[in-house]
RNA sequence: GCGCCUGUAGCUCAGCUGGAUAGAGCAUCUGCCUUCUAAGCAGGUUGUCGGGAGUUCGAAUCUCUCCAGGCGCGCCA
């Protein structure tokens, strides 16, 4: 438990014991504790901590809140809870003075646990999947994809430091309908250059990028596939551009910062007969029908509009039905939480992805799925659609050579999945230097130069700060980045609870912002020795706790700029 | 038509499990480099929190309704 969840802690204790005191001397009366909170206050004025517990309790109680915050701090007990001071504020507030002190702990904690610092354990070593991009492979990685990327590897990351166990998984979509028409696509290439005059399949992939690819398969080998019979040739076809295009995605995203540990295909599915047997566990169960020579998963029964088909009438299984195998198969690898990163556009497939769980006697709570809103792409000021069939975009690749991989995974970081984000491709190259995440970026390469003058200097870097020399710690601005350090440990903990990376983006951004503060007013390397060592202690500390979130974002953190 | 998401400063967005005077960046204006990086700091300007009604001691936050935008409602994925 952090210090600040230790203190909290201790005072919400006393605060209960205060409301028993109370009960018993017959000067409050209530049945039952409401939810109340005890908080940080916005305003600084209004103490370190603030509850609202007189007001919630108002009702019950039938006394006026500043009445009922009397009596609670008549009988606090303060001892031992660095509690200097309390006082009762606006319409029933109990605002709580701390004494100074205990912030001073925080300097040896974080020289402590180094990189570890802000960790906490609320995941218990659960293991949990997040699964994020899952981009079909016919094509080149787009905006939507590259906001899904920088999203969930952030996402993984901050459980990753809350104590849980992370895998981060790509689910390769190279089965189904599209597979096949991405092969009609080749193959009408791979025939149209070599002078052959064959049409275009209308519903065909129309990217650049498959004319590359096909020009690299002639390369190679030349017009061998033009004699081929049809399915043979469409094979050979696809299977070298898949596995082209999927280690291009595989690169780009390693440039982007992502790594996966699973790469998941979705053929291996139908070939090892898992998508059969899934289908037939749902029959069993009474959860499939026949109906117009198809056969229905009956999601209805889950609270789903209408019910899906899982086999066409053709006999082949539908996305869904492999989609189903899939997240049993996912459950089946002992994934106690499965976390999917979606695009918006298959909000109608959760309610029914669900429901397939339930059927199949899993949790459907253990499953949850992260929708993020489009990402509207703007060009000369207007909308441009995103289509890989009309191969129509602007790809990762290009995000991150004109404008970066840490001001393009901050700018989508920053942001909450629900809101739909504008991009506006010139504009964010003209302002990319005016991106928020150097600011934070630039606050890391202070701190290191500090560190690089102290050494050359000759001071010793690896200090271990007396009380007495941290007490000597007592700006404001001092105080304000030691607060914020002590807070770092909560905000993992609820950003994590909450699924909300960007929390950690807002983090790092008022952190650095309080760092740059201090260093306009203070100087680390004074002569004063007992001084210098103190704000080296710190600096040492804020630099440490700035990396921690930074990691998190999937940012670097530059030594110098 | 039904379902989900969004509407907060000139622009891009935080804040939304209700809390005390609604924030940040960009833009704009004024100061600050003989001292550890000026990609910085300090200060000024900027708001019918889409409209209306309700619940509450208290609403940007919860409920209802209306308006506007996005997405979905395939034997596509």
């Known amino acids: ?161 809350a104590g849980y166990e992370v895998c981060r998984e790509f689910y390769i979509n190279d089965a189904g309908n599209q597979i096949y028409n991405f092969a009609l696509s080749l193959e009408a290439r791979y025939l149209q250059q070599l002078g052959y005059d064959v049409p275009f ?91 117009e020579g198809a056969l229905w998963f009956k999601s209805t029964l889950f609270g789903d509009e209408k019910d899906e088909v899982v086999v066409r009438k053709n006999g082949v299984p539908t996305y869904f039905a492999a989609d189903i195998a899939y997240h049993r198969h996912k459950f089946s690898r002992g994934f106690q939480r499965v976390i999917n990163i979606w695009g918006a556009d298959h909000h109608g497939h959760v309610a029914r992805m669900k429901g397939a769980m339930q059927a199949l006697g899993i949790n459907p709570d253990s499953l949850q ?48 999945p629900d809101s739909t984000v504008e991009f506006d491709l010139d504009l964010a190259k003209s302002q990319s230097a005016d991106n928020p995440v150097y600011y934070i970026q630039y606050a890391h390469a202070r701190l290191c130069s500090i560190m690089r003058q102290a050494k050359e200097m000759g001071y010793e870097l690896n200090v271990e700060p007396s009380l007495e020399q941290l007490r000597l710690l007592t700006s404001q601005e001092e105080r304000d980045l030691l607060k914020k350090m002590a807070d770092f440990p909560g905000e993992i903990a609820v950003a994590a609870k909450m699924a909300e990376p960007h929390r950690i983006a807002r983090y790092a951004l008022d952190f650095a912002s309080l760092f740059h503060t201090f260093y306009n007013s203070h100087r680390v390397l004074v002569d004063d020795e007992q001084l210098r060592t103190a704000r080296l202690s710190l600096i040492i500390s804020v630099k440490q706790v700035l990396a921690n979130a930074i990691r998190i974002l999937g940012v670097s953190a530059p030594e110098k700029m």
Request: a negative charge.
């Open 201 to 291: 399949p209308e519903a065909g992939y129309h990217g650049e990028d498959l004319i590359a690819t096909v020009k690299r398969i002639i390369d190679r080998d030349g017009d061998k596939y033009v004699s081929m019979e049809e399915d043979a040739r469409r094979d050979y076809l696809v299977r070298f551009a898949l596995e082209e295009k999927i280690a291009g995605i595989k690169e780009t995203l390693e440039k982007f910062g992502v790594v996966y540990d699973v790469w998941f295909s979705e053929q291996s599915l139908h070939d090892s007969g898992y998508v059969q047997d899934t289908i037939k566990e749902l029959e069993k169960k009474g959860y499939i029908y026949e109906k």
């Open 1 to 161: 438990m952090s210090l600040y969840e230790n203190i909290k802690q201790k005072i919400y204790f006393r605060l209960e014991e205060a409301l028993k005191k109370a009960k018993e001397t017959g000067e409050l009366d209530f049945k039952e504790v409401p939810e109340y909170v005890l908080e940080e206050p916005r305003e600084r004025q209004h103490g370190d901590l603030a509850t609202n517990l007189a007001m919630v309790l108002a009702k019950q109680a039938k006394k006026a809140p500043r009445d009922i915050a009397k009596v609670l701090i008549a009988h606090l007990n303060t001892d031992d809870t660095w509690i200097a001071s309390s006082e009762i504020a606006g319409p029933g507030f109990i605002n709580f003075r701390l004494n100074p002190g205990w912030l001073l702990e925080v300097i040896p904690e974080v020289m402590k646990q180094k990189e570890r610092y802000g960790a906490v354990n609320i995941g218990q070593g659960e293991k949990v999947q997040v699964e994020f991009v899952s981009a079909n492979p016919t094509g080149l990685l787009h905006m939507g994809n590259a906001r899904g990327a920088a999203l969930g590897d952030s996402l993984a990351s901050l459980l990753a430091m």
């Open 369 to 416: 799925v992260i929708l993020m809103q489009m990402v509207r792409l703007i060009q000369n000021g207007e909308v441009v659609r995103m289509s890989k069939r009309s191969g129509q975009y602007i790809t990762l690749e290009d995000l991150i050579d004109e404008v970066g991989k840490d001001a393009a995974r901050f700018f989508f970081i920053q942001r909450d």
